[in-house]
């Protein structure tokens, strides 16, 4: 089966940055998804991570270690607009299909 | 681009009553249409995987008699909860995708903004 964990939730001060963790077991790996989602709105695409390394854009990047199962996920220069829910999610293929499992998502609060 | 709409935003029902959800790509082609469903401080959980034109594929526990999907077009999945009760009540959020289940690679699923189902 598949486990993900993140934190399920972390405090920030505007300006300042915030790494968000997530390690995962899985079969059939074909990448990492981080999205962001408000209370009570759909989930909003970041990032995607199918190769090792740190993905950058603007300020958010995100990073990927396959053979650690690990990425996390670092926002820079808070800003009181970023307090949201951050998904984890990762793409499996089984058989045929290719499918997203969502990580339980880590509450961010960004206070002035 | 890639916007997905769905309808309702919200909705209201009786218990025994059946209720459906509808899910447009307005900018995009959706070969594939994912159905999940998330409740309070819950992650999202798939519920069924549908490619137009096919039967949906649904996850283990979820009930494809209840949960009635059609994916007639390449443009709208719908969503038929049937004789809804109380433990129905979530958050329906479709996704869509342009890429064929099966192919390699790994396209970006692009979210609507929800459906909250409250059975009364």
């Known amino acids: 089966g598949q486990n993900i964990d993140q934190p399920t939730e972390m405090t920030a001060t505007e300006g300042a940055i915030v790494q968000i963790n997530c390690t995962y077991q899985?079969?059939?790996?074909?990448?990492l998804f981080w999205y962001q989602q408000h209370a009570g709105e759909a989930p909003t695409f970041l990032s995607y991570?199918?190769?090792?390394g740190l993905e950058e854009k603007g300020r958010f990047s995100s990073f990927l270690s396959r053979s650690k199962g690990y990425s996390y996920l670092l926002l820079k220069e808070l800003q009181m607009k970023d307090s949201a829910s951050y998904l984890c999610?990762?793409?499996?293929?089984?058989?045929?299909?290719?499918?997203?499992?969502f990580g339980k998502g880590t509450l961010l609060t960004v206070n002035p | 681009g890639a916007v997905v709409s769905q309808h309702p935003s919200r909705v209201i029902c009786k218990s025994g009553t059946s209720v459906k959800i509808e899910c447009r790509s307005l900018d995009f082609q959706a070969t594939t249409m994912f159905w999940y469903r998330q409740f309070p401080k819950q992650s999202l959980m798939l519920m069924a995987t549908s490619n137009e034109g096919s039967k949906a594929t649904y996850e283990q526990g979820v009930e494809k008699d209840k949960f009635l999907i059609n994916h007639a077009s390449l443009t709208l999945s719908t969503l038929t909860v049937t004789s809804a009760h109380p433990e129905d009540s979530s958050f329906y959020i479709c996704s869509a995708s342009p890429a064929v289940q099966g192919l390699a690679g790994a396209d970006t699923q692009y979210f609507g903004p929800g459906t909250r189902l409250t059975v009364l």
């Open positions: 999610a990762v793409l499996n293929s089984g058989g045929s299909n290719y499918k997203l499992t």
């Open positions: 991570n199918v190769l090792d």
């Open positions: 899985t079969s059939g790996f074909n990448g």
